[in-house]
């Protein structure tokens, strides 16, 4: 994965809550998100759109036809005005049979009717249109006609020609009920049947007063829906503009919203490519690459899992490479061990011979007599010299033999060695001669420092930890020698440590003074430590380079393991 191409975030307070939540649950809340705010835009605009419809809906099945209604009703009582006001001079008898037909109430009631359930209807206009801007309520165009037409006491008045004559000399305005104009009709029949014309006129004129005021009054009821089915539409209009203009900005809000989580998962993946890149570093040789254990939770788990992983697999490869170095180590050993068990063998049967020559010879002297064959000085030096020389011959096979027995047998371990008496021995053998060299032995011996050795070993190591010291003061110093508890409880080791007050070893030597044949000296063979370094893997210890206690020199400690009490 390459980078993402983001730039890097400082860990601000939000970001530091985001990286509590599991990568799972950020995911979840990223597209829980970005659906809400989608599903929050769909369903605004589909409930705007809804509540458009209806108001729609509204004016134009139910309000504009009222409208119409009202328009057409007002032409009609516009018309039978002027068609009485035409024939009632000259042609009473028509007017009296024309009138009844007329029935302005009748239509005036199934407007009201309809008037109330528009009105009705009206006040529950789309729930998320009335939200934005409620539509300008319809006004009671009813209640203008309804005045028309409340009056009962004026139809009991009128009952009758008896009441009718005060009734119209007071001249009331006729409330205009039904039955007061039915009444008046009736009135109007009568006079005109009974050829009261100048009644009749006057009736008639009532009859168009009332038709009048229905016609202004439907005419202002006409007036105010028009007026108010214009603030309605212009209302819709202004819904309608409204919503797109919502529309464009919550989807708008939505797309940010996504980019925005779609910005937030990647911030949030983008410690994968950084763990993904330390594995590729890893893999192409670079040990030391471990991952950052910042991120989501899933994440941190992985980098602190590969964490652990490279660590566990750069101390494996560690191990391998001292095994290694090891291994060719004891080939090495192995290979000089052949060779000087070879040598011993081959030298084994000349040093016998010279020691049967020297013992022939011996036996040839002996046959000689002093002062006759040979002056007895040179006899007896003879004989000396030949015991020299059988003497060290018998040293050499006695050497040659031991060696022979020692590369042959195993380690003849012995269990509970005191340590300490080992220590304290060789400190014993050497301290004499070691004086004479300018060298004092200081003696460190803790108590019960036992464990399980082949003690000819641990003194040969002893022996060449002690002259490699010596070797390193040659104008005299003080060689420490110690035996002490190490280790840690549960895992306790004992330790033998040579300490001296020489130069030290060079720190580029220090890794490889084990090694065998690796001298600095003219006449060293670099063997005395290889062999310490054999002594210690045999008792499953270890040798190694410490840091001086008491000077500037060299300390080597050879740590073994301590028997285990029961
Ligand atoms: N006490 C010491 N102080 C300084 N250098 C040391 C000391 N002991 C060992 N060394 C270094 O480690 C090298 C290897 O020591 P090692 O005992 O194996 O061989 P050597 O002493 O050189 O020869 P050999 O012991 O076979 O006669 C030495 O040549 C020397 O450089
Ligand atoms: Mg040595």
Known sequence: MGSIGLAPIEPIGWTIAVQRFSLSTRIFIAFAVVVATFGAAAFY?????????????????????????????????RGFDEALQRAAPHDLDWVARFVPNAKPFVRLDRILRRLSKLT???????????????????????????????????SKRIEGDAQLKPL?????????????????VKALQRAVADKRYTDASRLVVEVRRVVRRIH???????????????????????????????VLTSTSVALGVSVLMLWVMLWTLKPMASLANVVRRFASGERGARADTGGAREIRQLALEYNRM?????????????????????????????????VVHEIRNPLSSIGLNAEMLSEELDTLQPGVDEPPSTISEAQELLGAIGGEVERLREITEGYLQSARSAPQIETSVDIGGLVREQAEFVRAELRERGVSIELYVEADVIANVDPKLIRQALWNLVRNGWEAMPKGGVLWL???HAGVPGQTE???????????????????IFEPFMSTKPSGTGVGLALVAEVAKAHGGRAEVATPRHGKGARIELILAAPKHA
Not at 124 to 152: F, H
Request: no cysteine; net charge neutral.
């Open 45 to 77: 605009g589909a409930a705007t759109v809804s509540g458009l419809r209806h108001e729609l809906g509204f004016l134009r099945q139910r309000a504009v036809p009222m409208l119409r209604t009202l328009k057409s009703h007002s032409l009609e009582l």
């Open 216 to 246: 202004r009054g439907v005419d202002r009821a006409e007036r105010k829906l028009q007026l108010a089915l214009d603030d309605r539409f212009e209302v819709a209009q202004q819904s309608e503009a409204r919503l797109g203009l919502i």
């Open 120 to 154: 009705h209807q009206a006040r529950a206009p789309g729930v998320i249109t009335a939200l934005l801007s409620p539509p300008p309520p319809l006004p009671d165009v009813g209640q203008e006609l309804r005045l028309l037409r409340s009056s009962k006491r004026a």
């Open 494 to 512: 004992v330790a033998v440590a040579v300490e001296d007050s020489g130069e030290g070893i060079a720190v580029e030597l220090r890794e490889r």
């Open 168 to 184: 119209l000399s007071q001249g009331p305005p006729l409330q205009g009920d039904e039955q007061a104009f039915n009444a008046l």
């Open 310 to 342: 490279a660590d566990a697999l750069a101390e494996r490869e560690r191990e391998l490479v001292s095994h290694r170095d090891e291994l060719a180590r004891s080939e090495r050993l192995a290979t000089l061990g052949h060779m000087a068990a070879r």
């Open 482 to 484: 110690e035996a002490f």
